[in-house]
């Protein structure tokens, strides 16, 4: 079979992410392959530990990526405080021969290192178009959980667990493997909490992950960890804002200084987007206009709310406030032009993450969250049909069945984008509804 089939067929996806299906991403070709080793979010722990022990997989998957798109130079992005890794990750690619392809791109320890276009520009100096993806410039990203899952589809296996952090205000800092589809109060508990009832959940890191309604939801694969706070925590309050009372709070009191223009990442690539004209839209109640469809270039980082603003307003909520007006209307933002540099002042501009760690009261939690290998074995697990980017998969499984770990239980619908998905325990197919499989170990 195909190593692009069989990266289909082992239902991989973008670890991390949004969660679009990897055989889709390297469908094309590439001068560039180019690894997301950056975790820039806060307190997360995932990559650097898989690529300092996992080193040979990940480097053989991330080679196999870079083989199926032709790309000429692969290179690895991480940042260069992880001096240790760095060396084991440049000993291993010596090792297994590939020093002429794979690449370390060290990345400056900076606030938003991963996203996919600071990535890109960081490592070849390209910036990606405005609203565009990185194969437009020449390159295909793939994240190392992803890299080490495209090791795994080429041995057969497919993708039944996640790699997770727990971090924040909790007695155990850990990071661990999961089984997809596991309860997430099972992971949570292992952060030491028993009573959740203080406590608020953010899915994913500090600036980008939301804060969870309820804990009762299922392990999914594009899971990358948990940050437990106090309900009282300031973060907790700002995140958990309504829209109507950012709205409320951005009318009153923006002083059009700027500042969370003048660091917004997307900006200093030297594209469109100003959240600080989106602030005064709203201010002054503007209606719809052309000049506000640069909303549609705000990648969400939370820099400009979390960081930049002196006055803590809600300038990324803005944004979203104007976006999802113009998403609705189908009022899509045009580029003017196909070629984009970054803006000189850019590199005077970096957040450091040390700075936004402080900024966020986070310093007294940034610390270890080691490997552990625990075995987490739910007697029961619920495993999504939705999972990725593109069309629920579909049941291949009906109730009564037995499933063995890694038997593909739905399948991706005839001529759509999507990712099939499989069973992470043996046992028994208790139920099939249209968001789940339910499978019960026996
Ligand atoms: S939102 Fe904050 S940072 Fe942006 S212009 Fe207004 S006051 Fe300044
Ligand atoms: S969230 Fe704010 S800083 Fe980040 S891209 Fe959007 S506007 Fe820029």
Redesign the pocket.
């Known amino acids: 079979m195909e190593l692009l089939d069989q990266i289909k067929n082992g239902g991989i996806i973008g670890a991390g992410g949004a969660g679009f299906p990897t055989h889709a991403k390297l469908a094309g070709e590439a001068e560039f392959i180019l690894m997301n080793g950056a975790e820039c979010e806060p307190l997360l722990r995932v990559d650097q530990q898989l690529m300092e022990f996992m080193p040979d997989e990940i480097i053989q998957g991330f080679n196999a990526a870079g083989k199926i798109v032709k790309a000429k130079r692969a290179i690895i992005g991480i940042k260069k405080k992880h001096g240790r890794v760095i060396e084991i990750l440049r000993e291993r690619i010596e090792a297994l021969g590939l020093g002429e392809y794979i690449f370390i791109g060290e990345l400056p320890d900076i606030y938003p290192a991963g996203d996919e276009q600071v990535l890109v520009h960081e490592l070849t100096g390209r910036v990606v178009p405005e609203a565009g993806i990185p194969i437009m410039v020449g390159c295909v990203v793939v994240n190392s959980e992803t890299a080490l899952n495209i090791y795994r589809a080429m041995q057969g296996e497919a993708v039944t667990k996640t790699y997770v952090t727990l971090a924040g205000d909790i007695p155990n800092r850990l990071t661990l493997k999961v089984p997809v589809g596991t309860p997430i109060t099972d992971v949570l508990k292992l952060s030491g909490i028993e009573n959740f009832e203080e406590y608020a959940v953010i899915d994913g890191g500090p600036m980008m992950g939301p804060v969870m309604h309820t804990i009762g939801g299922y392990m999914t694969k594009k899971q990358k960890g948990f940050v437990i706070l106090k309900k009282s925590h300031p973060l907790i309050k700002k995140k958990t804002a309504s829209m109507a009372q950012a709205v409320r709070v951005n009318r009153g009191a923006c002083e059009q200084c700027r500042l ?1 223009t003048d ?5 200093l690539l030297g594209h469109n ?1 100003q ?1 600080h004209k989106m602030m005064r839209a709203m201010t002054y109640n503007f209606g719809e206009g052309e000049g506000q469809k640069i909303a549609q ?9 979390f960081f ?1 603003c002196p006055a803590g307003l809600f ?2 909520q803005a ?1 979203m406030f104007f976006k999802a007006k113009q998403l609705e209307n189908k009022d899509k933002y045009e580029r003017k032009q196909e070629v984009f540099s970054a803006r000189e002042c850019r590199e005077y501009r970096l957040v450091p993450s040390k700075r936004l760690i402080a900024r966020l009261g986070l310093k007294d939690f940034d610390k270890a969250a080691p490997f552990e290998k625990i075995e987490l074995n739910p007697e029961v697990v619920k495993i999504s049909l939705r999972q990725h980017v593109g069309a629920p998969a579909e049941p291949i499984v009906k109730a009564g069945d037995r499933v063995e770990t890694g038997q593909m239980i739905g399948k991706v619908p005839e001529n759509a984008l999507g990712a099939p998905i499989h069973a992470s325990i043996t046992g028994k197919i208790e139920e099939v509804d249209q968001d789940f499989i339910t499978i019960r170990r026996n």
Do not use: F, H, V
Not at 263 to 267: A, D, E, G, I, T
Not at 297 to 305: A, D, F, Y
């Open positions: 969370c660091l917004c990442p997307r900006y987007m959240p270039l705000c990648c969400q980082c939370g820099l400009c709310e930049s300038p990324k944004n």
